[in-house]
Structure formats: C-alpha cells, structure tokens
C-alpha cells in the first residue's frame, strides 16, 4: 500500500545524514535551544511530511523552522507560519483543528498531505542549491506515491521552483521560464499533471509586514478546494 510505502519513505528522511552543514546545524539548535522551549526536548533531525496518503491536495513548503519544526518534529508545527497555515487550513477544510503544537497534539489533515523541499532547518532559513538537489529526491518519490493528488500548493518561490525542476528532469515540461511565480497564480503544468498554484509562504516576515494576510492564504485553499470538488465532479 501507498501509506506503506511513505511511511518507509519518512524513515528514511529521518535517518537522512546527506548535508554536513545541515545535519551540524540542526543538532546545534536542538541543544542551545530558546529560553522559551529549554524544557523541550527538541526533535534536531530531519522533519517528516505529515497528511493524508490519499490526499488530493499537496503541500510544499521549503524547509522547517529552527524553532517551530526543528524543536515539534513536524511540518509548520510550532511557529508563526505553522499558527497561520494551519488556521487557513482548518477555515478551508483540510485541517481537524486550527491550531498545531506538537506531533502529538491529534491534529489531522483532511485530504491534504505536507512536504517540503529540505527537510533539515537551514542557517538564516536559506539552503544551498546542493542540498536542495540533495533533498529533491524524497519529494520526487512521494510524487510517485501520492498518486490521488489534484492540486499542488506550493509555498514560496523555492517550493514553486523546485517543484517544476522535478517535472523538468521528468520531461513533462521543456523549461521553468513559461511559469512566473506569484501570488495565488494558477498553472497548467503537463496533460496529466496536478494543477499548480503559486502562493507566497506564510512567514512571519510575509505575515507581519500584511505581504500576505490570512485571507490572502485562505483565498488560495478556496481555490484548491473548489479545484478538488470539479475535478471529482466531472
């Protein structure tokens, strides 16, 4: 089965030891750790995606927070953007519950499963091209697995172009330049393909100077759900 087969995929992400910088990095944040979280016990390894493995709805995000992923042990768990994320997701159906704090909390996607392009927290939030080449592998596999998925979220223009390097290196598309990443933009990628929507990244830095604002997000799920409800219909 599917969920069989990403769940091995998961272990392997969190065994993952590829990026010296990375795995360094991940392992000193979980030890310092924030004055706020000194009485957790930070994950400090490579974040596993989360969801549904029936999803119609795909997630990408680009890497976990130092102190949001990094310390709860899954996908926008724990910080800013996870707080945002989620309530749109809840709002718009594809969440059990508005509010994330720990992979234990009984959050449950609906339809929707989570990824990201890295998976270790990478130094000021920005990884190196090899260790996204590194990394692309694990996202290239759960597309072979997530076979249901209609619609494809990417956050951020990292996520956004990765995701369309993975289907340039498959020859579904000749080049990147036809898709111009931006906010709640929709592309048809490849005959076959998930439909791709553009969204920037719910980070505080986009959230707290109005960049992007709940609805502006929430405005995205809208549109992937009503994607999801026309395709089925049809």
Sequence with gaps: MNSNALRVLQDEVIACRRCPRLVAYRAEVARVKRRAYLAWDYWGRPVPSFGDPRAELLIVGLAPGAHGSNRTGRMFTGDVSGNVLYRVLCQTGFASQPQSVSRD???????????AVVR?????????????????SYLERELNL?????????????????YLSVLQTR????????????HNRVFETAPGQPLLISSYHPSQQNT?????????LAAVFRRARMTIS?????
């Excluded at 909390?105 to 990824?115: E, S």
């Excluded at 494809?152 to 996520?159: D, K, M, N, S």
């Excluded at 707290?208 to 502006?216: A, D, I």
């Design 146 to 162: 997530l076979r249901r998925v209609k619609v494809v979220v990417a956050l951020g223009r990292v996520a956004f172009d990765s």
């Design 230 to 234: 026309e395709s089925t219909s049809k």
């Design 105 to 115: 909390d009984g959050q449950r996607l609906i339809n929707a499963y989570i990824t």
């Design 120 to 136: 270790c927290v990478p130094p000021a939030n920005k990884p190196t091209r090899q260790e996204i080449d590194h990394c692309l």
């Design 171 to 182: 020859g579904l598309i000749r080049s990147r330049a036809a898709f111009a990443f931006g």
């Design 208 to 216: 707290s100077t109005g960049k992007l604002t709940e609805e502006m």
